[in-house]
């Protein structure tokens, strides 16, 4: 049977060496799972490959650096020229829309305040261009980090209560600013209320309002999104910064469904909110995705490997 096994293992060898590996492709975390490839890694990588005009059924895809790096091979001679430009063109698109996600650019808008006749807030609007009009058109801040996906909800005993309550769950994600940005959003008093204009608390539901202006994130229109319904966001002054300075961007992705809890204990399996909280965010697409779930927009870096008529 020895006999037998050596010319299928020399066949086996040689197939193998029939491939060459053409891209090594860098992740934020490891993309492994199990023994090889997480399968939504594997069908990001190949969905990237096709529309970088490669066929990707040609492809072997084989994990390296414990589990962080993916090598992509392709049979001898199988990409032209032409096609090695076209991977080159599309993975340095994707690393330089990443790398441009990681600037927060506030625009001011400096114009003649937009009223309405009969608008019972026209004063408070000439108010807040009064304010925006003698400031710089554009600030920006690159993002120090993006915090953990959390889940806020009710954790307080109510006084007097003893019985099992239900509290709604909502989704935030917050983004800390390494250089803080001019705080925009204010809680103002109702008309006929007398009292100063004071910054609005995030976390509280009331409405509020905010100096002519738009946020953008990269490539990324923040006020086109909440348009869309994807989010609410906030400007926010943390505790370590100073007054009127925001230090921290907060995104909020909505109600997520009710849990009971008593005493500040909660009877309910969190398991299915944090998950459905995290397909609100991915939803959201750019700049998230760069940053949470499984997707080809966690890459991190890409090695060449064309040879010497390659781009790099």
């Known amino acids: ?30 993309v492994a799972s199990g023994w090889g490839l997480d399968s939504q890694y594997q069908q990001a990588i190949l969905d990237g490959l096709q ?4 066929d990707s059924s040609q492809a072997t ?3 390296h650096d414990n589990g962080k790096a993916v090598a ?8 032209s020229q032409q096609q090695q430009t076209s991977l080159t063109t599309y993975f340095n698109d994707l690393l330089k829309a990443r790398a441009e996600a990681q600037q927060v650019r ?22 807040l261009q ?54 925009i959003h204010y809680q103002l008093n109702a008309p006929g209320e007398s009292g100063s204009v004071d910054m609005l608390n995030p976390f509280l539901a009331t409405q509020s309002f905010r100096l002519p202006s738009s946020v953008s994130i990269g ?7 909440v348009a869309e319904g994807h989010y609410r966001y906030k400007l926010i002054t943390s505790a370590n910064a100073r007054a009127n300075q925001a230090d921290e961007l907060v995104f909020f992705f909505g109600e997520l469904g009710l849990i009971d809890h008593r005493g500040g204990l909660t009877t309910t399996d969190l398991g299915k909110f944090e998950a459905n909280c995290l397909k609100r965010i991915m939803a959201a697409g750019r700049p998230f995705t760069f940053h949470y779930g499984n997707s080809l927009d966690r890459l991190v870096a890409v090695d060449y490997r064309f040879g010497e008529a390659a781009i790099d």
Do not use: W
């Open 106 to 127: 506030l625009r001011i808008k400096q114009q003649e305040p937009e009223v309405v006749k009969g608008d019972p807030f026209a004063d408070t609007i000439r108010m």
């Open 61 to 63: 895809l084989d994990t």
């Open 130 to 183: 009064a304010k925006a009009n003698p400031m710089r058109p554009q600030f920006t801040s690159r993002i120090e980090y993006f915090d953990t996906p959390r889940l806020m909800y009710q954790e307080r005993e109510a006084p007097g209560v003893r019985l099992y309550q239900s509290s709604p769950v909502h989704c935030q994600v917050t983004l800390g600013l390494e250089k803080p940005l001019p705080q």
């Open 219 to 225: 490539n990324s229109d923040l006020d086109k999104a």
């Open 1 to 30: 049977m020895n006999v037998h096994r050596i010319p299928l293992l020399g066949a086996l060898i040689l197939l193998g060496a029939c491939k060459e590996e053409r891209l090594v492709l860098h992740f934020e975390q490891p």
């Open 72 to 79: 992509v091979s392709f049979p001898e001679d199988a990409l």
């Open 51 to 54: 529309n970088a005009g490669i």
